[in-house]
């Protein structure tokens, strides 16, 4: 169901337009929910979106975050139904997905429309692409799944954005989010990226609950490089935020991405083997809607 975002009704038929005569915005051919955002310097660059889209591919932090969420897809959920990513970026989890489920129904969204304008070079796909504000979502009870990652840590009312989510789920319809693990990890990487915090296991379970979502499988992620991964926050603390260049801490090597890589298809296997990771840079977790 569409929801109008002025008066809360129920909007029915093809077009976006309430009985009460609102309507979104259209900016460039894009739907706008939240236009006041489009261009208030709040969002990353277009040219930082192309950097980030250019070293994802290959990647291994980008490839095994891929291949986890899939997993963790094609283990709750059906092979058809509509699916909508909140704050796509660039597109890099979207088109994992939509390869792996080409019968979806995809909606993807951005606060920012220069993100969106790269994910949308980045689909081989139709994908209704729209810009809206996690914490004001104009659907209820619509979709199979909604994804969110490393999304939430950047919004400020994360209570809201998630009561939002489920808002817009299908009874049974599943979240999945990754966020960065661990408040000790804090750093100037973490102010430069814009995160408002970093998660506990506990604390986004809690979360997740408060907005009535039953957690059914939870990992962490870049657990067996976690002791780097510590040791290059600790050393970023000493830097200044305000000159650090978060893309540039992604540009690796090849021969240590390499590495990198074996590292976490190591990690990948343990976790087929259902070894609990409870420590590690990211979280992962699946919830589901009543």
């Known amino acids: ?100 489920f080409p019968g979806w129904e995809v909606v993807a969204t951005e606060l920012h429309p220069e993100g969106l304008s790269v994910a949308g070079s980045r689909i081989d796909r139709t994908a209704s692409l729209i810009q809206m504000d996690a914490c004001d979502i104009p659907f209820r009870n619509e979709f199979s799944m909604i994804g ?56 986004l379970t809690a979360l997740l609950e408060r907005a009535g979502l039953t957690v059914v499988a939870t990992t962490s992620f870049v657990s067996l490089a976690l002791p780097l991964l510590w040791w290059v926050r600790l050393r970023d603390r000493r830097k200044d935020p305000v000159n650090f260049d978060p893309v540039a801490e992604l540009e690796l090597p090849s021969w240590q991405n390499r590495l990198l890589t074996t590292v976490m298809r190591i990690e990948a296997r343990l976790r087929s083997f259902g070894l609990p990771l409870t420590f590690g840079g990211s979280l992962v977790v699946a919830a589901r809607k009543p």
């Open 1 to 100: 169901m569409k929801k109008c975002l002025s008066c809360a009704a129920p909007i029915s038929g093809e077009g976006w337009t309430c009985v009460c005569g609102a309507a979104p915005t259209t900016i460039g051919g894009t739907l706008c929910f939240a236009p006041l955002a489009v261009g208030s310097g709040a969002g990353y660059s277009t040219e930082w979106y192309m950097r980030l889209a250019a070293l994802e591919s290959g990647h291994y932090w980008f490839t095994a975050r891929n291949e986890l969420i899939t997993a963790l897809a094609r283990s709750y959920l059906p092979t058809s139904g509509r699916y909508m990513e909140i704050g796509c970026g660039t597109g890099c989890v979207l088109a994992a997905l939509g390869a792996a």
């Open 148 to 203: 969110a990652f490393d999304v939430i840590e950047h919004i400020p009312d994360d209570v809201r954005a998630v009561s939002e989510m489920s808002a817009a789920l299908k009874s049974g319809g599943m979240l999945l989010i990754t966020v960065p693990q661990h408040e000790a990890l804090w750093s100037a990487y973490d102010v430069a990226s814009k995160h408002c915090r970093r998660y506990s296991r506990r604390s």
